[in-house]
Nanobody, 124 residues
Framework: QVQLVESGGGLVQAGGSLRLSCTASGRTFSSYGMGWFRQDPGKERQFVAAINWSGGTRVYADSVKGRFTISRDNAKNTVYLQMNNLSPEDTAVYYC?????????????????WGQGTQVTVAS
């Protein structure tokens, strides 16, 4: 069973930055496609970014392109989400997700494992 643990959320002013981290258990992290999603209360989970096993393919939601960067360090079993120029619209619970195959995907249904989520709040 793979476990994903997110960290790095918090409260930040508009225009500020945060870096989220997600550390995975298991020996085969380097073969997982990984993603980040976010969710507001009462709304559907929304795709943010995804990365393939090597980091060579990265996919972003239009709303975060140019502001967010997803990356991974397979030696540390960790995937990151660097978030810059944050706005109040980015406020949500952010979830890390992993899939048993190597590709990057934007659909939540393509993911097999989920973290518990970390709250990001952007104050105006």
């Amino acid at each position: 069973q793979v476990q994903l643990v997110e960290s790095g959320g918090g409260l930040v002013q508009a225009g500020g930055s945060l870096r989220l981290s997600c550390t995975a258990s298991g020996r085969t992290f380097s073969s997982y496609g990984m993603g980040w999603f976010r969710q507001d209360p009462g709304k559907e989970r929304q795709f943010v970014a995804a990365i393939n096993w090597s980091g060579g393919t990265r996919v972003y939601a239009d709303s975060v392109k140019g502001r967010f960067t997803i990356s991974r360090d397979n030696a540390k079993n960790t995937v990151y989400l660097q978030m810059n120029n944050l706005s109040p619209e980015d406020t949500a619970v952010y979830y890390c997700a992993g899939r048993n195959t190597v590709g990057a995907r934007s659909q939540a249904s393509d993911y097999d494992y989920w973290g518990q989520g970390t709250q990001v709040t952007v104050a105006s």
